[in-house]
């Protein structure tokens, strides 16, 4: 999966209202909060991926989510 694909599941499963972009801080995202972040865990359980809820969580932009997912995200 490449980053941008990553975005856009990750802007669906946010149910953000703008597509998700790179770089972007996830203060500004509306749906950025308890049950967006457990959201975003279940997308990274989903890819096979092993996070843990703080390190989710401490993600201050999209690009360190990006980062979390590893090898699972290419490019």
Known sequence: ??????????????????PLQPGQRLAEVETWDSLGILSAVELYDELGV??????????Q???????????????
């Open 1 to 18: 999966m490449t980053a941008e694909e990553f975005l856009k599941q990750l802007t669906e499963v946010l149910e953000a209202d703008e």
């Open 50 to 59: 092993k996070v843990d809820l703080a390190s989710v969580g401490d993600a």
């Open 61 to 75: 932009t999209t690009d360190d989510l990006v980062g979390l997912a590893g090898a699972a995200v290419t490019g």
